[in-house]
């Protein structure tokens, strides 16, 4: 969380010049997950901080709209990456470069998942946890 606020501080007071310089546009990304919204045992600082990455970019969004800086968070799910420890991709499971594409093309959507089977995911996960009580799930 504090790489996250402390670099975008640092970035923040030159995206403001450059807008009122020259008009040229600005964009701040946040890597998030869905662990944001989806609580898993074992990995609550790490859903955490995920959760507060999610609302940095809402808040910046809204408070950096006037000088041009799109912000933008992506709640990536599954992306074949050696963290995963399987170069191998599936439906769910994308190759970094589809991923990057599909998130790029919702660049100034705010917090999404960037690639749509995850998009799919968040929206069914929100949906469950708004009408099932919090025991369940």
Same mark, same amino acid.
């Given at each position: 969380?504090?790489? *996250?606020?402390?670099?975008?501080?640092?970035?923040?007071?030159? %995206?403001?010049?450059?807008?009122?310089?020259?008009?040229?546009?600005? $964009?701040?990304? &946040?890597?998030?997950?869905? *662990?944001?919204?989806? !609580?898993? !045992?074992?990995?609550?600082?790490? =859903?955490? =901080?995920?959760? %507060?990455?999610? &609302?940095?970019?809402? @808040?910046?969004?809204?408070?950096? *709209?006037? %000088?041009?800086?799109?912000?933008?968070?992506?709640?990536?799910? @599954?992306? #074949?990456?050696?963290?995963?420890?399987? !170069?191998?991709?599936? &439906?769910?499971? $994308? #190759?970094?470069?589809?991923?990057?594409?599909? *998130? &790029?093309?919702?660049?100034? =959507?705010?917090?999404? $998942?960037?690639? %749509? !089977?995850?998009?799919?995911?968040?929206?069914?996960?929100?949906?469950?946890?708004?009408?099932?009580?919090? =025991?369940?799930?």
């Amino acid at each position: 969380m504090y790489g *996250a606020v402390l670099l975008t501080r640092e970035v923040i007071q030159s %995206f403001k010049t450059r807008y009122e310089q020259s008009g040229k546009k600005s $964009a701040i990304t &946040f890597t998030s997950a869905m *662990a944001a919204i989806v !609580p898993v !045992p074992v990995i609550g600082m790490y =859903s955490a =901080s995920k959760i %507060f990455t999610d &609302f940095l970019a809402w @808040g910046l969004d809204y408070e950096l *709209a006037k %000088f041009g800086v799109d912000v933008s968070a992506w709640r990536a799910m @599954g992306v #074949s990456t050696n963290i995963l420890d399987s !170069p191998e991709t599936n &439906f769910m499971i $994308a #190759s970094p470069e589809i991923y990057v594409e599909q *998130a &790029f093309g919702k660049m100034t =959507s705010g917090v999404h $998942a960037g690639y %749509f !089977p995850h998009e799919i995911v968040g929206l069914i996960w929100t949906n469950i946890n708004d009408v099932m009580p919090q =025991s369940l799930c």
